[in-house]
């Protein structure tokens, strides 16, 4: 079946021959015009193989060299990929909610920040993740400024339920006192290295956010986007543990 070659959508229409006389495509869906070779004809298979890179510590640049795609029909391909990433993260919640509300109780909720920037490193993007170790799962995360209206978004996302009655452990970052009830809140570097460790694989596996690497986001948006689907990933992954 042909596809675009930016969008991959498949309204294509003939239009008109190039001076080469080589049969001219227009897709209708972003009026990208183009011309069937070998180069605009990407496989199945391949995207496949390129969908697998995405979740990889691979830079963008990488995947093309590698895999003989443009930036142009990448970048539109990750967009496609990364929009699927469902707004829970795909996070399986129904051992949490056949808890009652004092078993909730006794579950630990473990949240943290990580550093990352976009464009510049004086461009800093501070990624706030919830992390599970009962589910070995992120419940939710946001990426933005590190002060007290960031870390209330944060927790925003997560289920009331879950707000009212977990326990919730971070260091001794100022804005979690002042969104976290007292009650609720265990600050302790000691408590937190289920999500420190995940931390660590996360820099490990994402090439935009290993330290000292040239690979990085231009656009927050793509930053966010791109973070958020390895996050889903690694959701996905953890179901086979329990």
Not at 6 to 33: L, V
Not at 83 to 90: I, V, Y
Not at 157 to 176: G, I, M, N, V
Request: proline fraction near 2%; aromatic fraction near 12%; charged fraction near 25%.
């Amino acid at each position: 079946m042909l596809t675009c070659p930016s969008c991959t959508s498949c309204k294509i229409i003939m239009y008109g021959k190039t001076h080469h006389q080589k049969q001219r495509f227009r897709c209708k869906d972003c009026n990208r015009q183009f011309v069937v070779d070998n180069g605009h004809l990407i496989s199945k298979e391949k995207r496949g193989y390129i969908e697998r890179l995405l979740s990889e510590r691979v830079s963008l640049r990488g995947i093309c060299r590698s895999m003989e795609v443009s930036m142009t029909w990448l970048m539109n391909f990750a967009a496609s990929i990364w929009e699927q990433t469902p707004d829970n993260l795909g996070v399986d919640y129904e051992l949490l909610e056949n808890l009652s509300d004092e078993e909730l109780q006794s579950v630990e909720i473990q949240l943290d920040e990580m550093w990352s920037f976009v464009g510049c490193k004086k461009n800093k993007r501070w990624i706030w993740v919830v992390y599970c170790p009962a589910i070995k799962q992120v419940l939710a995360f946001h990426v933005g400024g590190r002060g007290k209206a960031d870390a209330e978004k944060m927790l925003d996302k997560l289920p009331q339920r879950l707000r009212d009655h977990c326990q919730f452990a971070t260091d001794y970052w100022e804005a979690y006192y002042q969104t976290i009830p007292s009650d609720q809140h265990h600050p302790s570097k000691a408590l937190t290295f289920f999500i420190e460790g995940y931390f660590t694989g996360v820099r490990a596996r994402v090439s935009r956010l290993v330290r000292r690497s040239v690979a990085f986001s231009k656009k927050l948006e793509n930053h966010v986007a791109a973070i958020g689907y390895f996050l889903w990933q690694r959701n996905l992954m953890a179901h086979h543990y329990y």
